[in-house]
C-alpha cells in the first residue's frame, strides 16, 4: 500500500499488495499466520461447530479440538485452499489480472474467525468445492459438457457427506449451468448422478459394514429455523453489519467495471454473487452449523471484494480495503478482551 502526495491531492493504492514482491508476499503470509495462530496462544478457545455426521465425529476423535495439531492441519488447509483459489483465478481470469489480494483477503478472514480453526472437516470441504468450480468453470457454453457435471457434483456430494447440508449446493450449481449457457438435459442428468453416486456408495458400505445401520437417520439434515440473536455479542453482531455493508460496496464497485469483462468473466461473476446470497440463505437454514459454512463463504467474499480493489485504483477502494484490515483485527482482538 502506497501513499502517493503532491500539492494538489493525495492518493492511496494498493499497487504494493495487489502484485507485491515475493518477500512483502511472504511477510504478509506471516502476518496471516500469526493472525491465525494468536486464537491458539492467546487461549482464546472456540467450541467445536456443531456437526454431526459419523465421518466428521471420527475426525474430532482423531484430531482433537483446540490442540496444536488440529491448529497447524487447518492451517495447511487454508494454505492449500489459498493456493487453489489463486490458481483458479489466474485460470479463469475471475479478475482480469494477476493479483494478490483475494489470498490476502481469503486467509485474513480465515485468520480472524477462529471458529474455523477447529473444523477440518469444513477445510477439506472447501477444498472439494474449489476442485468443483474448476469442473463447472470448464463448462461454459458447452451443453455436452456431461464429464465436468458429473465430476462437479460428485466432488460437491463428497464434501456433504462431511458436512450434509452442501448438498444444497447442487442445485445452486444447476442454475449456475444457466449462466453459463451449458445447462441442457445431458448435463443436469450427470450432475444429478455424480450428486447420487457419492451417496449411494457410501450409505450401501455403512451397510455392508454394520446391517443395522440406519440409513434415514443418516439422511436426517436437522434444519434450525431459530435465529437467537442475543446468543451473540454486540462485537458479532457489528462485525457481521460492518463485513455486509464492506461486501455490499465491494458488489456495486464490481458491477461498475464488469462492462469491460469478458461475457464468459461476467457470468462467473454473477454466479459468485449468487453463490454467496445462497450460502448466507444455507446459513439461516442450518444456523446451529453455521461455521461449518464460513470458509466457503470466506473464498467467495475474497474473490468478489478482491475484483474492485484490484481494477479500480482509486481512494475510495483503497481506504475500503484499510477499513476490512482494520475491522478484522479490532474484531480479533476484542475477543481477547471479552476472553
Not at 70 to 88: G, H, P, V
Not at 149 to 158: K, P, R, T, V
Not at 170 to 180: E, H, N, Q, S
Not at 247 to 264: C, E, K, N, Q, R
Request: proline letters at 4%; aromatic letters at 14%; hydrophobic letters at 55%.
Amino acid at each position: 500500500m502506497t501513499i502517493l502526495n503532491n500539492k494538489e491531492s493525495m492518493r492511496v493504492t494498493l499497487k504494493s499488495v495487489t502484485v507485491p514482491s515475493i518477500p512483502l508476499a511472504a511477510l504478509l503470509v506471516i502476518a496471516c499466520s500469526g493472525l491465525w495462530f494468536s486464537s491458539y496462544w492467546g487461549a482464546r478457545l472456540a467450541l467445536f461447530p456443531n456437526q454431526t455426521t459419523e465421518i466428521v465425529n471420527h475426525l474430532q476423535k482423531i484430531i482433537v479440538p483446540n490442540t496444536l495439531l488440529s491448529e497447524i492441519i487447518s492451517f495447511f488447509l487454508t494454505l492449500l485452499n489459498a493456493f487453489l483459489l489463486a490458481q483458479i483465478n489466474n485460470k479463469f481470469t475471475i479478475i482480469r489480472t494477476r493479483t494478490f489480494l483475494p489470498i490476502l483477503v481469503f486467509m485474513t478472514l480465515m485468520g480472524t474467525w477462529n471458529e474455523t480453526h477447529l473444523a477440518n472437516g469444513s477445510h477439506i470441504s472447501l477444498t472439494l468445492f474449489i476442485l468443483s468450480l474448476f469442473s463447472f468453470f470448464s463448462m461454459s457454453r458447452n451443453r455436452n459438457s456431461s464429464e465436468q457435471a458429473f465430476m462437479g457434483s460428485f466432488l460437491i456430494s463428497i464434501s456433504s457427506i462431511l458436512i450434509n447440508p452442501l448438498i444444497f449446493l447442487i442445485p445452486v450449481c444447476w442454475i449456475g449451468f444457466g449462466m453459463f449457457q451449458s445447462l441442457s438435459l445431458k448435463t443436469f442428468l450427470a450432475s444429478l448422478m455424480g450428486g447420487l453416486t457419492p451417496w449411494i456408495l457410501y450409505l450401501a458400505l455403512n451397510f455392508i459394514i454394520n446391517p443395522h445401520f440406519n440409513v434415514l437417520q443418516a439422511l436426517i439434515l436437522n434444519p434450525n429455523f431459530v435465529l437467537d440473536i442475543s446468543t451473540y455479542s454486540l462485537p458479532d453482531l457489528v462485525y457481521f453489519a460492518l463485513m455486509s455493508i464492506i461486501i455490499i460496496m465491494g458488489i456495486v464497485g464490481l458491477y461498475s467495471t464488469a462492462h469491460s469483462d469478458a461475457i464468459d468473466t461476467r457470468n462467473k461473476l454473477n454466479f459468485l454473487v449468487f453463490l454467496l446470497i445462497s450460502l448466507c440463505v444455507i446459513c439461516f437454514i442450518f444456523i446451529n452449523q453455521f461455521v461449518s459454512f464460513l470458509p466457503i463463504i470466506a473464498l467467495v467474499y475474497a474473490l468478489l471484494f478482491s475484483h474492485p480493489l484490484t481494477l479500480k485504483q482509486n481512494n475510495f477502494h483503497s481506504i475500503l480495503f484499510i477499513v476490512f484490515c482494520v475491522i478484522n483485527l479490532v474484531y480479533a482482538v476484542s475477543k481477547y478482551i471479552l476472553t
